[in-house]
């Protein structure tokens, strides 16, 4: 116990995989939560589990509302990144923030029900949730310039992802590489400042919540707050489920699973497959960088089967 909250394991492997910074956060956090309840008024309650750059703990304020305190551990997390989606999402599809504090790297939120991937249903149940409440939460941006663009976001990927391949002993094969090399350059070509909007980032079904308790009405989570073409949050539910499209061919499953998300949201399929490959491979190279290998191979042997050119 650390104070009155248990550190779940997976931030504090988190913590000691990214080290530095983030390490030395782990030992700050007693005094962080301390220092948080006496200047916001809030009494800490159970640590709530499921994230793994955070610590995130029910509190309840002083007119006994229930409250989730979110306190993010310095590293590749954007802390102003993920206040400002929230504040220009405005309610819609997103929680309101109630207070924050950048230099503790603090968010207070309401607290909400459960996940999505808790409450269940099949894989197309679940995106048809997730495809409804982006849509609510896809939003002008009026003055994008602090923001990452599709544009930077797919440089970033393109990079990251050689960085981790070179890193990682170059677990997958260099079909699979040049794959990724030109997505990206596509991708970053495709972007248009006209058509952008606020994007989520990492809509997967543990970053939808209830809403008021409501096995029906979800709002988003935890979002990286990106400007940049809708098709990038389709990534993410292309990303998830690897062992539903391992249970048959990985190919068919994964331009099946592609297509119905393009109907369910009137997006362009080759866009949604092309950000879908460079997240999942991205994610399952840097599921390894933190020594779970566990979530990174299916991951990756999807990506692997993905190496056939697009087709609708």
């Known amino acids: ?35 948080l309840e006496r200047d916001w008024g809030l009494s800490a309650g159970e640590t709530l589990t499921g994230g793994s750059a955070a610590l995130v703990i029910a509190v309840t304020t002083e007119a006994g509302a229930p409250c989730v305190l979110k306190l993010l551990m310095p590293g590749p997390e954007d802390f102003t990144g993920e206040v400002r989606a929230l504040q220009l999402a405005d309610g819609r599809g997103y929680p309101k ?20 991937g808790a409450v269940g249903g099949s894989v197309e149940h679940q995106m048809e949730i997730i495809c409804a409440t982006l ?25 990251a992802i050689l960085d981790m391949w ?6 997958c094969s260099p079909a699979v590489m040049g794959i990724a090399e030109t997505f990206a350059a596509r991708r970053a070509a495709a972007f248009d400042p006209t058509t952008s909007v606020l994007v989520h980032g990492d809509a997967h079904a543990d970053n939808l919540l209830e809403a008021a308790a409501s096995p029906t009405d979800f709002l988003l989570v935890d979002p990286d707050g990106l400007f940049a073409e809708r098709a990038y949050d389709l990534a993410i539910p292309m990303r998830e489920w690897s ?19 393009a109907r369910m949201t ?29 979530l990174a191979e299916p991951m990756l042997q999807v990506s692997e089967a993905w190496t056939a050119p697009f087709t609708p």
């Open 166 to 171: 070179r890193a990682q002993g170059q677990p």
């Open 1 to 35: 116990m650390m104070g009155t909250f248990e550190l779940p394991d997976l931030v504090r492997d988190t913590a000691a995989a990214l080290g530095g910074a983030s390490a030395v956060w782990i030992d700050r956090l007693p005094g962080l939560v301390q220092s």
């Open 97 to 116: 923030v109630l207070n924050f504090d950048p230099t503790r790297r603090a968010l207070l939120l309401p607290q909400l029900g459960r996940k999505l």
């Open 266 to 294: 009137g997006l362009d399929a080759a866009a949604i497959w092309e950000w879908g490959f460079l997240e999942r491979l991205s994610t399952g190279l840097y599921c390894l960088k933190l020594g779970r290998p566990e």
């Open 243 to 261: 062992e539903v499209l391992l249970a048959g061919e990985p190919l068919i499953l994964g331009r099946e699973r592609c297509g119905l998300l």
């Open 135 to 159: 849509k609510l939460g896809w939003v002008h941006v009026s003055d994008p310039a602090a923001m990452m663009s599709g544009a930077d976001k797919a440089a970033w990927l393109s990079t």
